[in-house]
């Protein structure tokens, strides 16, 4: 008989995650401009509390240092519990939205279950590292788990079946801690006291799953990562579809479309259709078996479909001392800010461009010149609908050979001010160099 979910396999989990909320109700850390995530005090403050903690003595390290709190960071935004938002003084923090208000009315079970559901389906894994797979490798880990006995230890080799070569143990050791997180597994570090080890050394000698962790290894491994993660479905996707996780072989079915005649894409198509129509499963109904009976039903409905009405103040930069500020309407769209900035520094509009939208590359949300192909659009993007929000800094990159990197700074939401029929340059400082450069480069 499968092993039946306990309160106590959850707790930590729940009580940790808590933690944060509550932090950062009462607390209201301000983020840091430069990242926008928390600060290296407020860190090592809120780490204290937690049950599963980094042990550190000073407030020295970045929140990527501190997995399990980034984890929780990142999870608040993605289940969209928590969005980012500017305060009465312009700092951004934090706030929690309606959806947060049902997160708190679930079970302790219905909890836990939302944060893994959210993991897997909206997390993006690769950006964790560029070059390997995150999502194979939690793949991997799964199926481990999944026949290894409880209390065992998993030495390095274990997941790849060769030691030189497993990566759970060195650079792709914040899965483990992801894992742990969630109460699949606990783990013994590698302790070296005479140096701080780099990102190729081991900082894990041995993982150790957990009874409740091989029971729900054992459902996750039929439902592979690969069918339910959104960020990886859209980075195997040529072609503007819409993403329906868990439906089984969507990824191959949309990948590699380049090399298929339209009658196969058609008949592919068709199939997509087919098990698109069969109905659409949420993860937490297959996880119900190992949970206390009545204790898992619901999950988080209410969905914000807020519309941030007002006239959009922007301020794009493009050198030091060469800048000018856009206002734009709410109803416009991303391709219309995109036009009105190729306007205002009297460039050709003759290339394709992106919106980075968490102001660097790479970015977990990008918007694209419909020119690109690739999805979404920034003719979809409507700047009242994306979640936009006052002080956000965004990455806009024109004309992919010579690169042009602009600064986007959202100044201000004026909800008084009259909207615009069309956008607007308020404000200039500074002459726009030259798109084209003709002279001689040593001139330059």
Same mark, same amino acid.
């Given at each position: ?236 996707? *040529?072609?503007?579809?819409? /993403?329906?996780?868990? /439906? ?8 590699? *479309? ?5 009658? !196969? ?62 206002? /734009?309407?709410? !109803? ?113």
């Amino acid at each position: 008989m499968m092993y039946k979910v306990g309160e106590k396999d959850v707790t930590h989990t729940i009580n940790d995650f808590l933690t944060f909320c509550s932090y950062l109700e009462e607390k209201r850390p301000v983020l840091s401009k430069k990242g926008v995530v928390l600060g290296k005090k407020d860190l090592f403050e809120l780490n204290g509390f937690l049950y599963r903690k980094k042990d550190v003595e000073k407030p020295n390290y970045m929140q990527e240092s501190y997995p399990v709190i980034d984890l929780m960071f990142n999870l608040a935004l993605l289940g969209r519990l928590y969005k980012k938002s500017a305060d009465e003084k312009g700092n951004i923090i934090l706030v929690k939205t309606e959806r947060k208000n049902e997160f708190d009315l679930l079970t302790i079970f219905e909890r836990y279950v939302f944060l893994l559901e959210t993991f897997y389906t909206r997390f993006d894994i690769e950006d964790l590292i560029q070059w390997d797979s995150a999502v194979y490798s939690i793949s991997k880990m799964i199926n481990k788990i999944a026949e290894s006995k409880p209390g065992e230890k998993l030495l390095k080799g274990a997941f790849s079946k060769n030691p030189d070569l497993d990566s759970i143990y060195s650079y792709l050791a914040v899965l483990v801690h992801y894992f742990s997180f969630f109460g699949i597994c606990s783990y013994i570090p590698v302790i070296d006291q005479k140096r701080n080890p780099t990102r190729y050394d081991d900082t894990i000698a041995a993982v150790i799953p957990t009874e409740f962790g091989k029971s729900l290894c054992r459902i996750l491994k039929d439902q592979h990562m690969a069918d339910w993660n959104i960020p990886w479905l859209k980075s195997c996707m *040529f072609e503007k579809k819409e /993403i329906v996780p868990g /439906i089984t072989f969507q990824a191959e079915l949309l990948c590699n *479309f380049g090399s298929l005649s339209k009658t !196969m894409r058609k008949k592919i198509n068709m199939i997509y259709e087919e098990r698109k129509k069969s109905g659409y499963i949420p993860l937490f109904r297959f996880l119900q078996p190992i949970f206390p009976k009545g204790q898992l039903n619901q999950t988080i409905t209410k969905e914000i479909t807020e519309i941030s009405k007002g006239t959009y103040i922007f301020k794009v930069s493009l050198k030091t001392g060469i800048w000018r500020k856009i206002a /734009i309407s709410h !109803m416009d769209t991303l391709d219309d800010l995109h036009n009105m900035i190729q306007n205002a520094f009297d460039f050709g509009n003759d290339h394709l461009y992106a919106f980075y939208m968490e102001g660097k590359t790479p970015s977990s949300e990008v918007f694209c010149s419909p020119l690109c192909n690739e999805y979404p659009s920034a003719c979809d993007a409507v700047l009242g609908e994306i979640g936009l929000y006052q002080g956000q800094r965004i990455l806009y990159v024109f004309d992919f050979g010579d690169y042009w990197q602009f600064d986007v700074l959202l100044l201000k939401i004026d909800t008084d001010m009259e909207l615009t029929k069309t956008p607007q340059i308020i404000e200039s400082k500074g002459t726009a160099p030259p798109q084209y450069w003709f002279g001689d480069y040593d001139d330059e």
